[in-house]
């Protein structure tokens, strides 16, 4: 049974960083897409970013370009999202999520999802 599992989330104040990871059991990453989504209460989960295992390709959405780095470790099967500049409109909850098949992965059609981790920003 593959299974995702998030950690990194915590509490920092507005302009701060955190380092997301989503490490996969069961089965690697290859030839598959990786994505980070977020939902703050009272709000739909939206995509934030995604890689590509194979090439590297990287999305994200327009409201972290420029802040959020997301990156991938091949040896520990492992996918970060690296938040620096933080906002308090950022604090959600945040999923990993993977496909091992072809998708846009800018939307919500992954196949494995992870339980989620909190990222609170303060003020």
């Known amino acids: 049974q593959v299974q995702l599992v998030e950690s990194g989330g915590g509490l920092e104040q507005a302009g701060g960083s955190l380092r997301l990871s989503c490490a996969a059991s069961?089965?690697?990453?290859?030839?598959?897409?990786v994505g980070w989504f977020r939902q703050a209460p009272g709000k739909e989960r939206e995509f934030v970013a995604a890689?590509?295992?194979?090439?590297?390709?990287?999305y994200y959405a327009d409201s972290v370009k420029g802040r959020f780095t997301i990156s991938r470790d091949n040896a520990k099967n492992t996918v970060y999202l690296q938040m620096n500049s933080l906002k308090p409109e950022d604090t959600a909850v945040y999923y990993c999520?993977?496909?091992?098949?072809?998708?846009?992965?800018?939307?919500?059609?992954?196949?494995?999802w992870g339980q989620g981790t909190q990222v609170t920003v303060s003020s």
């Open positions: 069961g089965r690697t990453f290859s030839r598959t897409f």
């Open positions: 890689i590509r295992w194979s090439g590297g390709t990287t």
């Open positions: 999520a993977a496909e091992w098949g072809s998708i846009d992965p800018t939307r919500h059609k992954y196949s494995y």
